[in-house]
C-alpha cells in the first residue's frame, strides 16, 4: 500500500459534464476557478457512455475535461464506471444480475444491480477497467483512482453465490456433525446429513447460520474492491493512490476489512441539515431526518468521521457530502442547509481528519432518479446561495493553509466497533421501532448504539476514536496511556480475548465503559450462558438475569440533570460491590442501578444499563470528564457551543468552536490564542448563530 499525502488541501466536487444536455465546460471552470475549486471526480457512473455496446469502446470523452482542468491547476480522481451496468449487459447475460431471493432477479432500471462475484461478470468489468485505465494513466491531472462505488448495497442470492457459500461453511465446520453443533441445529429438527441439504439463506430463522451468511457475503465485497484495486495499481503510476468511495454500514460489507485493499481511506458524509444540526437537538423534528441519515445532531458528522478515521487509523478522504437538498424521490429530503452549516461541517471534518471535501455533485441534474439531489449549482446553473457558501469554504481554507493538513485530532475515547454486532442486531434487532403504529424491531439498533453513545461524549467535548478488535494495541496498558476511557457500546457478537482485555485495560488504570448487550453472544452468534456480565463481573461489580424494552422513557435520578432519562432498554443490574450513580425514577425499575461504577486495579469500570437520553448523556460525560482530563478548554453558558481540537503536523493545538444554533454565544479562552480566521490575539469571542472559529493555543 502508498501513502498519498496532498501538498494542499484538497476541495472540491463530483463533476459530470456528460450529464449536460447543453454542453458548459468553459463556464463550469471559469466558476470552479472563481471558486477556488482544487479537485474532481469524474466518470464513475457511466459504463453505458465508455462502452456503448459489447467490445466497442468510447474512451476520448473525458480528455477535454481532463485538460481543462490540468490547464487550471485542478486534481482529478477518476472513478470506474462497474458499479451501473450497461442494458446491453443486462440483456445479453440476465444471469449476472443480483437475486435478492433466489430466482427472483432484482429488475433492472436502477444500478449497483449485478452480482459482482460472478466471474463472468469480472471478464466484462476488467476489460472495461483496463481501457480507461491504459487510456488515462499518464494524464498529468490524475492524481488517484476510486474502483467501483458504495460497494456493499446487495446480498448476492444467486445460484453460484450460495454455492460458493455451502463450500465456505464446509470449510471452516469441515463435518457435518461439528456444523449441526455448532448452527444448534437440534432445534426445530434442523440437523442436516448431507452438505445439499443446507437451506437457501431467505427461509433461515438462524442466527448463527446468518452470521456465518453475513461474514461470506462481506468476504465477497472485499475481495471484489481488492481485485480492482489490484488491477489498476499494476498500470497507474505509483504516485497515484487507489481507493473507494465507502458508505458506511452497508449490508454487504465490512468496512474496516474492505479498507485493507485501499490505499487510503475514502468515505460518504451525509446529514441531517436546517435543525437536524442543532444542539442539542430538538425532542422532534416534524417529518423526520432525511433518509440518507438515519440520525440528526451534529454528533452526527463527528461519528461518521471518526468512523472513517478508525478504518485504517489514518486521515481519509471525503468523496461525497451534503451541497444542498438531498432527494430520492421529492418528498425525502428538501433541506437545504441553513447559511453557515456547509461551511461548518467542512470544517469540522478537517478538524476529524478529513484532508479532502468533495461535493456531490456539481450540477443538479435535471433527469433521472437524483434529479432532486442538490448541486453546488442548482437547476438553473445559475450561481446561488450554495455556490456562495462554496466559495467562503474555499476562503476559509486559503486561511488554514498548510495548518488544514496531517492534523491527529485529540481523542479522549477509544470506542470498539464491530460489523459482526451490527449483522447480529440487523437479524435479531436489539431494540424496537414501530412502523404505522405497530411495533417491531429495529434493524438500525447496532446503528443507535453507536449514535447514543459517541453523542453521550460529545455532549462534553470529549471526542472518540474507533478501533474494530484487530486494531487494539497489543498491551492494554498503550492504550491506557493514548486514551483514558474505553467505551465498548453493544458489543453482542464479543470475543472473550476482547473482554478480558478491557478489563485488564480498567487494571492498568483506565475508564472502562460498558453498556447493554455487550458480551452476550459469543463470535458464533450463539447465547453467553455465563451470569452477564461474564468475564467482565469482576472488574465492574454488577450481574444481572433479566432485562427489557422500555414502552416510553424513565426518569433517571442521581445526576444534577433534571428531565434525565433512559430510553429503549433496562439491564436489571444486582449490585455485587459497585457504586449506584443513578437510578430509575419507576416503581419497578427503581430496584434495578441505571449507571453503576467500581474502582478497580488502577481504574475503574462502569456500567450504563440503558441508552440515555440528552440530559442523562451530559450527566455522565460530565461525570466521566471530570476523572480523566484536566486539559483546559474554551469555556461557554450557551449549549449549543461544542469544542474539539487537533494537533498540527508541528506539535501546535488548534481548537474548533462552533456555534451549532440560532443563538449568539460568547466565549471565554482560559489560555492565549491566535485566531486563525482573522490572524489576531484572542482572549474571548462571539459567536454568531451556525459559526465558528479556529485558534491556535500559544
Same mark, same amino acid.
Given at each position: 500500500?502508498?501513502?498519498?499525502?496532498?501538498?494542499?488541501?484538497?476541495?472540491?466536487?463530483?463533476?459530470?459534464?456528460?450529464?449536460?444536455?447543453?454542453?458548459?465546460?468553459?463556464?463550469?471552470?471559469?466558476?470552479?476557478?472563481?471558486?477556488?475549486?482544487?479537485?474532481?471526480?469524474?466518470?464513475?457512473?457511466?459504463?453505458?457512455?465508455?462502452?456503448?455496446?459489447?467490445?466497442?469502446?468510447?474512451?476520448?470523452?473525458?480528455?477535454?475535461?481532463?485538460?481543462?482542468?490540468?490547464?487550471?491547476?485542478?486534481?482529478?480522481?477518476?472513478?470506474?464506471?462497474?458499479?451501473?451496468?450497461?442494458?446491453?449487459?443486462?440483456?445479453?447475460?440476465?444471469?449476472?444480475?443480483?437475486?435478492?431471493?433466489?430466482?427472483?432477479?432484482?429488475?433492472?432500471?436502477?444500478?449497483?444491480?449485478?452480482?459482482?462475484?460472478?466471474?463472468?461478470?469480472?471478464?466484462?468489468?476488467?476489460?472495461?477497467?483496463?481501457?480507461?485505465?491504459?487510456?488515462?494513466?499518464?494524464?498529468?491531472?490524475?492524481?488517484?483512482?476510486?474502483?467501483?462505488?458504495?460497494?456493499?448495497?446487495?446480498?448476492?442470492?444467486?445460484?453460484?453465490?450460495?454455492?460458493?457459500?455451502?463450500?465456505?461453511?464446509?470449510?471452516?465446520?469441515?463435518?457435518?456433525?461439528?456444523?449441526?453443533?455448532?448452527?444448534?441445529?437440534?432445534?426445530?429438527?434442523?440437523?442436516?446429513?448431507?452438505?445439499?441439504?443446507?437451506?437457501?439463506?431467505?427461509?433461515?430463522?438462524?442466527?448463527?447460520?446468518?452470521?456465518?451468511?453475513?461474514?461470506?457475503?462481506?468476504?465477497?465485497?472485499?475481495?471484489?474492491?481488492?481485485?480492482?484495486?489490484?488491477?489498476?495499481?499494476?498500470?497507474?503510476?505509483?504516485?497515484?493512490?487507489?481507493?473507494?468511495?465507502?458508505?458506511?454500514?452497508?449490508?454487504?460489507?465490512?468496512?474496516?476489512?474492505?479498507?485493507?485493499?485501499?490505499?487510503?481511506?475514502?468515505?460518504?458524509?451525509?446529514?441531517?441539515?436546517?435543525?437536524?444540526?442543532?444542539?442539542?437537538?430538538?425532542?422532534?423534528?416534524?417529518?423526520?431526518?432525511?433518509?440518507?441519515?438515519?440520525?440528526?445532531?451534529?454528533?452526527?458528522?463527528?461519528?461518521?468521521?471518526?468512523?472513517?478515521?478508525?478504518?485504517?487509523?489514518?486521515?481519509?478522504?471525503?468523496?461525497?457530502?451534503?451541497?444542498?437538498?438531498?432527494?430520492?424521490?421529492?418528498?425525502?429530503?428538501?433541506?437545504?442547509?441553513?447559511?453557515?452549516?456547509?461551511?461548518?461541517?467542512?470544517?469540522?471534518?478537517?478538524?476529524?481528519?478529513?484532508?479532502?471535501?468533495?461535493?456531490?455533485?456539481?450540477?443538479?441534474?435535471?433527469?433521472?432518479?437524483?434529479?432532486?439531489?442538490?448541486?453546488?449549482?442548482?437547476?438553473?446553473?445559475?450561481?446561488?446561495?450554495?455556490?456562495?457558501?462554496?466559495?467562503?469554504?474555499?476562503?476559509?481554507?486559503?486561511?488554514?493553509?498548510?495548518?488544514?493538513?496531517?492534523?491527529?485530532?485529540?481523542?479522549?475515547?477509544?470506542?470498539?466497533?464491530?460489523?459482526?454486532?451490527?449483522?447480529?442486531?440487523?437479524?435479531?434487532?436489539?431494540?424496537?421501532?414501530?412502523?404505522?403504529?405497530?411495533?417491531?424491531?429495529?434493524?438500525?439498533?447496532?446503528?443507535?448504539?453507536?449514535?447514543?453513545?459517541?453523542?453521550?461524549?460529545?455532549?462534553?467535548?470529549?471526542?472518540?476514536?474507533?478501533?474494530?478488535?484487530?486494531?487494539?494495541?497489543?498491551?492494554?496498558?498503550?492504550?491506557?496511556?493514548?486514551?483514558?476511557?474505553?467505551?465498548?457500546?453493544?458489543?453482542?457478537?464479543?470475543?472473550?480475548?476482547?473482554?478480558?482485555?478491557?478489563?485488564?485495560?480498567?487494571?492498568?488504570?483506565?475508564?472502562?465503559?460498558?453498556?447493554?448487550?455487550?458480551?452476550?453472544?459469543?463470535?458464533?452468534?450463539?447465547?453467553?450462558?455465563?451470569?452477564?456480565?461474564?468475564?467482565?463481573?469482576?472488574?465492574?461489580?454488577?450481574?444481572?438475569?433479566?432485562?427489557?424494552?422500555?414502552?416510553?422513557?424513565? +426518569?433517571?435520578?442521581?445526576?444534577? *440533570?433534571?428531565?434525565? #432519562?433512559?430510553? %429503549? !432498554? /433496562?439491564?436489571? @443490574? $444486582?449490585?455485587?460491590?459497585?457504586?449506584?450513580?443513578?437510578?430509575?425514577?419507576?416503581?419497578?425499575?427503581?430496584?434495578?442501578?441505571?449507571?453503576?461504577?467500581?474502582?478497580?486495579?488502577?481504574?475503574?469500570?462502569?456500567?450504563? +444499563?440503558?441508552?440515555?437520553?440528552? *440530559?442523562?448523556?451530559? #450527566?455522565?460525560? %460530565? !461525570? /466521566?470528564?471530570? @476523572? $480523566?482530563?484536566?486539559?483546559?478548554?474554551?469555556?461557554?453558558?450557551?449549549?449549543?457551543?461544542?469544542?474539539?481540537?487537533?494537533?498540527?503536523?508541528?506539535?501546535?493545538?488548534?481548537?474548533?468552536?462552533?456555534?451549532?444554533?440560532?443563538?449568539?454565544?460568547?466565549?471565554?479562552?482560559?489560555?492565549?490564542?491566535?485566531?486563525?480566521?482573522?490572524?489576531?490575539?484572542?482572549?474571548?469571542?462571539?459567536?454568531?448563530?451556525?459559526?465558528?472559529?479556529?485558534?491556535?493555543?500559544?
Amino acid at each position: 500500500m502508498k501513502t498519498f499525502t496532498p501538498s494542499k488541501f484538497l476541495y472540491g466536487a463530483c463533476y459530470y459534464h456528460e450529464y449536460n444536455q447543453v454542453p458548459r465546460l468553459d463556464k463550469d471552470f471559469e466558476l470552479m476557478e472563481e471558486g477556488g475549486l482544487s479537485v474532481l471526480r469524474v466518470g464513475e457512473s457511466v459504463w453505458s457512455l465508455w462502452e456503448p455496446s459489447d467490445g466497442v469502446f468510447n474512451l476520448e470523452w473525458l480528455q477535454p475535461i481532463l485538460d481543462k482542468a490540468e490547464k487550471q491547476g485542478i486534481s482529478i480522481i477518476i472513478g470506474t464506471p462497474t458499479y451501473a451496468i450497461p442494458p446491453w449487459l443486462a440483456s445479453k447475460h440476465p444471469e449476472l444480475i443480483a437475486q435478492r431471493k433466489a430466482g427472483q432477479p432484482i429488475a433492472y432500471g436502477h444500478r449497483q444491480n449485478v452480482d459482482y462475484s460472478n466471474p463472468l461478470f469480472l471478464t466484462y468489468a476488467e476489460r472495461v477497467i483496463r481501457k480507461i485505465v491504459e487510456r488515462y494513466k499518464d494524464h498529468p491531472s490524475i492524481i488517484g483512482w476510486q474502483v467501483d462505488n458504495e460497494p456493499g448495497l446487495e446480498l448476492f442470492h444467486n445460484p453460484h453465490a450460495f454455492a460458493e457459500f455451502k463450500e465456505y461453511v464446509k470449510a471452516k465446520y469441515k463435518t457435518i456433525e461439528n456444523l449441526n453443533h455448532e448452527w444448534g441445529l437440534v432445534y426445530w429438527s434442523h440437523q442436516i446429513s448431507n452438505w445439499e441439504d443446507i437451506w437457501l439463506p431467505e427461509g433461515n430463522t438462524d442466527p448463527t447460520y446468518d452470521l456465518d451468511w453475513r461474514t461470506f457475503q462481506s468476504q465477497l465485497t472485499t475481495k471484489y474492491i481488492g481485485w480492482q484495486a489490484d488491477i489498476v495499481r499494476e498500470i497507474v503510476p505509483a504516485k497515484h493512490f487507489v481507493t473507494t468511495c465507502i458508505d458506511l454500514g452497508r449490508v454487504g460489507s465490512d468496512d474496516n476489512e474492505i479498507s485493507k485493499k485501499l490505499d487510503l481511506t475514502s468515505v460518504n458524509v451525509y446529514y441531517s441539515p436546517q435543525d437536524g444540526l442543532m444542539h442539542p437537538q430538538p425532542e422532534k423534528i416534524q417529518g423526520g431526518t432525511p433518509w440518507t441519515a438515519r440520525h440528526s445532531g451534529p454528533g452526527l458528522v463527528y461519528l461518521l468521521a471518526n468512523m472513517a478515521r478508525g478504518l485504517k487509523q489514518e486521515n481519509f478522504l471525503v468523496t461525497e457530502t451534503n451541497a444542498t437538498m438531498l432527494g430520492h424521490p421529492p418528498n425525502s429530503g428538501m433541506f437545504p442547509p441553513y447559511p453557515g452549516q456547509l461551511e461548518q461541517v467542512a470544517v469540522a471534518l478537517i478538524s476529524r481528519g478529513a484532508e479532502m471535501v468533495e461535493y456531490w455533485h456539481w450540477h443538479t441534474i435535471p433527469f433521472g432518479h437524483e434529479s432532486y439531489w442538490g448541486g453546488i449549482l442548482g437547476h438553473n446553473l445559475q450561481p446561488g446561495r450554495t455556490y456562495e457558501s462554496f466559495k467562503e469554504i474555499s476562503a476559509t481554507l486559503s486561511k488554514l493553509g498548510p495548518r488544514a493538513l496531517g492534523l491527529t485530532p485529540v481523542s479522549e475515547v477509544a470506542m470498539l466497533i464491530s460489523a459482526q454486532s451490527r449483522w447480529a442486531m440487523e437479524f435479531q434487532p436489539a431494540l424496537r421501532t414501530e412502523a404505522s403504529g405497530a411495533p417491531l424491531g429495529d434493524k438500525e439498533s447496532y446503528r443507535k448504539f453507536l449514535n447514543t453513545f459517541s453523542d453521550l461524549f460529545y455532549t462534553s467535548d470529549l471526542h472518540v476514536q474507533f478501533f474494530a478488535e484487530d486494531q487494539l494495541p497489543s498491551d492494554p496498558a498503550e492504550l491506557v496511556r493514548t486514551h483514558p476511557v474505553f467505551c465498548i457500546p453493544g458489543y453482542y457478537i464479543a470475543n472473550e480475548d476482547v473482554l478480558k482485555y478491557a478489563v485488564e485495560y480498567a487494571r492498568a488504570g483506565g475508564h472502562l465503559i460498558v453498556t447493554p448487550r455487550t458480551g452476550y453472544a459469543n463470535p458464533k452468534g450463539t447465547i453467553n450462558t455465563d451470569v452477564m456480565p461474564g468475564v467482565m463481573r469482576e472488574a465492574l461489580g454488577v450481574h444481572y438475569n433479566e432485562f427489557s424494552h422500555l414502552t416510553m422513557p424513565l +426518569g433517571v435520578k442521581g445526576f444534577k *440533570e433534571n428531565n434525565a #432519562g433512559a430510553t %429503549h !432498554w /433496562v439491564d436489571g @443490574l $444486582i449490585i455485587d460491590d459497585a457504586t449506584v450513580l443513578a437510578t430509575y425514577d419507576h416503581p419497578f425499575f427503581k430496584d434495578f442501578p441505571a449507571v453503576t461504577t467500581k474502582e478497580f486495579g488502577r481504574g475503574r469500570a462502569t456500567y450504563i +444499563g440503558t441508552l440515555p437520553n440528552y *440530559e442523562l448523556s451530559k #450527566g455522565i460525560s %460530565h !461525570w /466521566v470528564r471530570s @476523572l $480523566i482530563t484536566k486539559r483546559e478548554l474554551p469555556q461557554s453558558d450557551s449549549q449549543s457551543v461544542r469544542t474539539n481540537s487537533a494537533i498540527t503536523k508541528d506539535g501546535k493545538t488548534l481548537h474548533f468552536i462552533f456555534n451549532w444554533g440560532w443563538d449568539k454565544a460568547r466565549v471565554k479562552l482560559p489560555f492565549a490564542a491566535t485566531s486563525l480566521r482573522n490572524d489576531s490575539k484572542v482572549k474571548g469571542f462571539e459567536l454568531d448563530a451556525w459559526s465558528f472559529e479556529v485558534i491556535e493555543q500559544e
